[in-house]
C-alpha cells in the first residue's frame, strides 16, 4: 500500500480530536510517510512549523471553534502544501485560502492518498 | 385618559387629511377649486366620522402603521402612528411628508425596492421583506403589509401600510442556520470518529465477535458522552458525572468508588474523557479488578493551583483484581489513554501495571477553570 510519492516525506496534521487524529496518522503510516506530527491547536501548529520542516501539512479548518487561517498563512509562507480537512459542507468553507484541496470528513484513506500525491507531485 | 389620547389621536388624522387633501397651492388654484375643496373637507369629515373609531385604534395599536399619498410621487407619508415612530425612532414631524422608501436601509437596492412595488400593487402574497434604517443608524428587518385606501367615488387616494418588526424573526432564523451548521460540523466528525473506531477495530482486533465488541463499546461511550452532553445543553459536563455515566453500565460498576468534585469540562474535553474512562473500564473488566468477584477501584482527584493555572489531579487505583501483568505490547485502548490526555486535554497520564492492581494517575492542567453547580 506504500506509495513512492509519499514515502519517506514529514507531515504535520493539524486535528484536535484525538480518535480522528490516531486514524489519519494510520492511513498516512500505511501510505509510507516517514513521520508524521500532530498539533491539536493552532498555537502549537505555528509552533512546529517554526522549528520543524515538513513536506505536506493536513489541516483541520475549524480548531474547536476557531479557524485555522493563521496556520495556513504559515504554512504558505514556508512553502508548505496542505489539504484542508473539514466536517463542513463545501459551500459552507468561507474565508478559506482556495489554492489547497479540502477533504470533507469523513474520507477514505484513497482520497487522501490520491490529495496528496498531487500536492507533492512536481508538475 | 384613553379619551383624552382618542381626541389627540383623532386632531392629527384631520390636519393630515386636511394637508393631503389641501396641498400647497397657487391662489389662483384656491380660488379655482373652492368648491371642490369643500367637498374635500366635507369628505375627509364623513372618513373621519365613519372611520373615526378605526384611525383611533391605527394610532394606539402597537402595530406600526402609516397612511402614505398615493395621489403624489413617492407616496410621502401623511399619517403616522405612535408604534412606528418608536420602531423607527423618529418624530412625527420628521416622518411626514417623507417619501414612502426614506426608512429604507439601502435605498438602491432594486430587489427591494421590486417587492415593495408588488406591495403596493397588491401582487405579493403575505407582505414584503424589507431591511430599513432607524434613526440611530441601526438596521431592522420589516413585514411590510400595504392595503389600497379609496375615496366615495372609487380613487386611489392614499395607501394603508403596516410593519411587523421582523428583527427577532430574522435573528431566530440566523440562529437555527448556526445551529444546522454547527450540527452538520459535529455530525460530519462524529462520523468520521466512529470510522476511526471501526478502522482500529479491524487492525486490532481478531474475529467478528471481538471486533464487534470493540465498536460497540466505544460507540456505547461515545453515546453515554453525548446524552449527558445534551442533558447538560452542550454547553459543559462535570468530571463526577462523565466519570459516574462512562462506568456506569459496566458489570461490577457497583464495586468503583468515585470521590471528586464535579468540576466542569467543555464539551469536546468530556467527550474525551468519556472515552478514557471507558477504555479504563474495558481494561479492569477483561484484566484488571472487575474481572473478578473481589475487586474494586477507587477514583479520585483533587485540585491543585500551579503558578500558571489550575491543575487537575486524578488517581484511579484498582485492588484485589487478578495479579496484574504488564501487557506486552501497548494496545489500542491505551494508546487512546495516552493520547487522549497528551494530544486533546494537554495534559499527562501514567499507566502504572503494579502487581496488585492497575494505577493510573492523569494530570490535566484546566486554563478556565468552572467550579461544579
Known amino acids: ?123 | 385618559m384613553g379619551s383624552d389620547r382618542a381626541e389627540r389621536s383623532s386632531i392629527v388624522i384631520l390636519d393630515l387629511y386636511v394637508n393631503q387633501i389641501d396641498p400647497p397651492a397657487s391662489m389662483s388654484d384656491i380660488t379655482k377649486k373652492s368648491e371642490e375643496q369643500e367637498a374635500a373637507e366635507a369628505e375627509v369629515e364623513r372618513f373621519r366620522k365613519n372611520l373615526g373609531p378605526f384611525v383611533v385604534a391605527a394610532e394606539t395599536t402597537r402595530m406600526a402603521m402609516v397612511f402614505a399619498d398615493a395621489t403624489e410621487p413617492h407616496n410621502p407619508l401623511i399619517f403616522a402612528n405612535d408604534a412606528f415612530l418608536s420602531l423607527t425612532g423618529y418624530d412625527r414631524e420628521e416622518v411626514l411628508g417623507k417619501s414612502f422608501n426614506f426608512l429604507m436601509a439601502h435605498g438602491a437596492d432594486a430587489e427591494a425596492l421590486a417587492r415593495i412595488k408588488n406591495a403596493f400593487e397588491g401582487t405579493s402574497n403575505g407582505g414584503a421583506e424589507v431591511l430599513y434604517r432607524r434613526k440611530d443608524g441601526s438596521e431592522f428587518w420589516t413585514g411590510l403589509f400595504i392595503s389600497p385606501v379609496y375615496d366615495g367615488h372609487g380613487n386611489l387616494v392614499q395607501y394603508f401600510a403596516s410593519f411587523v418588526d421582523l428583527t427577532l424573526y430574522k435573528e431566530n432564523e440566523a440562529k437555527s442556520k448556526r445551529l444546522i451548521d454547527e450540527l452538520n460540523h459535529r455530525v460530519k466528525n462524529t462520523l468520521a470518529t466512529v470510522q476511526s473506531i471501526v478502522w482500529q477495530a479491524m487492525r486490532t482486533a481478531s474475529g467478528p465477535q471481538l471486533i464487534r465488541e470493540a465498536i460497540e463499546s466505544r460507540l456505547f461511550a461515545l453515546s453515554r458522552s453525548h446524552d449527558l452532553l445534551t442533558r447538560e445543553n452542550w454547553e459543559s459536563a462535570g468530571l463526577f458525572d462523565i466519570v459516574h455515566d462512562a462506568l456506569e453500565p459496566f458489570e461490577g460498576a457497583k464495586r468503583i468508588v468515585i470521590k471528586g468534585e464535579n468540576i466542569r469540562f467543555a464539551p469536546k474535553s468530556a467527550l474525551a474523557l468519556g472515552i478514557v474512562f471507558n477504555e479504563l473500564a474495558t481494561n479492569a473488566v477483561k484484566y484488571g479488578a472487575l474481572s473478578n468477584d473481589e475487586g474494586s477501584i477507587l477514583i479520585e482527584w483533587t485540585m491543585e493551583p500551579t503558578p500558571e493555572n489550575t491543575r487537575l489531579s486524578l488517581h484511579w487505583q484498582e485492588k484485589d483484581g487478578p495479579p496484574v501483568l504488564t501487557p506486552s505490547r501497548i494496545g489500542f485502548g491505551s494508546r487512546v489513554i495516552e493520547r487522549s490526555l497528551s494530544h486533546e486535554l494537554e495534559g499527562t497520564v501514567n499507566l502504572d501495571f503494579r502487581p496488585d492492581g492497575l494505577a493510573c494517575t492523569m494530570t490535566i492542567p484546566m486554563p478556565r477553570v468552572t467550579r461544579g453547580r
Not at chain 1, 16 to 21: F, G, K, N, R, V
Not at chain 1, 80 to 87: A, H, I, R, S
Open chain 1, 1 to 123: 500500500m506504500a506509495d513512492k510519492l509519499l514515502s519517506g516525506r514529514r507531515v504535520l496534521v493539524v486535528e484536535d480530536e484525538t480518535l480522528i487524529l490516531m486514524m489519519i496518522e494510520g492511513m498516512l503510516t500505511d501510505l509510507g510517510c516517514e513521520s508524521v506530527t500532530a498539533a491539536a491547536t493552532v498555537d502549537k501548529a505555528l509552533a512546529l512549523i517554526d522549528t520543524q520542516v515538513f513536506d505536506a501539512a493536513m489541516l483541520d479548518m475549524n480548531m474547536n471553534g476557531n479557524t485555522s487561517h493563521s496556520v495556513a498563512e504559515a504554512l504558505v509562507a514556508r512553502g508548505v502544501p496542505f489539504v484542508y480537512c473539514t466536517g463542513n459542507d463545501g459551500h459552507e468553507i468561507t474565508g478559506a485560502n482556495h489554492d489547497w484541496p479540502v477533504l470533507k470528513k469523513p474520507f477514505k484513506d484513497e482520497q487522501l492518498a490520491e490529495i496528496l500525491r498531487r500536492l507533492l507531485s512536481p508538475d
